[in-house]
T-cell receptor, first 115, second 117 residues
Framework: KAGVTQTPRYLIKTRGQQVTLSCSPI?????VSWYQQTPGQGLQFLFEYFSETQRNKGNFPGRFSGRQFSNSRSEMNVSTLELGDSALYLC??????????????FGQGTRLTVV | AQKITQTQPGMFVQEKEAVTLDCTYDTSDPSYGLFWYKQPSSGEMIFLIY??????QNATEGRYSLNFQKARKSANLVISASQLGDSAMYFCAMREAIYNQGGKLIFGQGTELSVKP
């Protein structure tokens, strides 16, 4: 069974540009969550999608957006990139997402560097 | 206020010895779940163990066990018989039921574990 796949693995962008990251969840999983990991702030929740609907959103500016497609694949977009957006972006998928003990399976992340 | 606190930024342990990684949490929700994840240098978060707030017994998964003390709001991870491959960052995380938090996980700052041969 294939795991969570995130593409690309590495990305270098210039300030002001926009970027789109992709996440393919485990087959059959309907919930996808996104997290930003930085040395200073640690792991922070961005948003969660379930059956193409955003169920939950973290405390990030509107420059961060996402969507989920009918096949559960998800994309997140960051517009007008800032240096502080440099981070490891992790995607997690789970079967349903709202059950307390549901394990979240993570991808290897996309490392974004903004220069 | 920090919801998940991991007070040990870094720890060393000798190979084959046991080690305890500390985690305390803060929530007013009676229904919550606690997770431990391992993050090697490759970046992927690997699930280790889960403990539900209503679980009577401490969770165990192979060499991993969770020392759950509800009244103290602590959920320490115990790794028995440490191996060199256990060297990684370890994160404690919580999921709350309140306000339909869904899949959202709240993470601590992590503990970097180094296993010495």
């Amino acid at each position: 069974k294939a795991g969570v796949t995130q593409t690309p693995r590495y990305l270098i962008k210039t300030r002001g540009q926009q970027v789109t990251l992709s996440c393919s969840p485990i087959s059959g999983h309907r919930s996808v969550s996104w997290y930003q990991q930085t040395p200073g702030q640690g792991l922070q929740f961005l948003f969660e999608y379930f059956s193409e609907t955003q169920r939950n959103k973290g405390n990030f500016p509107g420059r961060f957006s996402g969507r989920q497609f009918s096949n559960s694949r998800s994309e997140m977009n960051v517009s007008t990139l800032e240096l502080g957006d440099s981070a490891l972006y992790l995607c997690a998928s789970s079967l349903l997402g709202f059950q307390m003990n549901t394990e979240a399976f993570f991808g290897q992340g996309t490392r974004l560097t903004v220069v | 206020a920090q919801k998940i606190t991991q007070t040990q930024p870094g720890m060393f342990v000798q190979e084959k010895e046991a080690v305890t990684l500390d985690c305390t949490y803060d929530t007013s929700d009676p229904s919550y779940g606690l997770f431990w994840y391992k993050q090697p240098s490759s970046g992927e978060m690997i699930f280790l163990i889960y403990q539900g707030s209503y679980d009577q017994q401490n969770a165990t998964e192979g060499r991993y066990s969770l020392n759950f003390q509800k009244a103290r709001k602590s959920a320490n991870l115990v790794i028995s018989a440490s191996q060199l491959g256990d060297s990684a960052m370890y994160f404690c995380a919580m999921r709350e039921a309140i306000y339909n938090q869904g899949g959202k996980l709240i993470f601590g700052q992590g503990t970097e574990l180094s296993v010495k041969p």
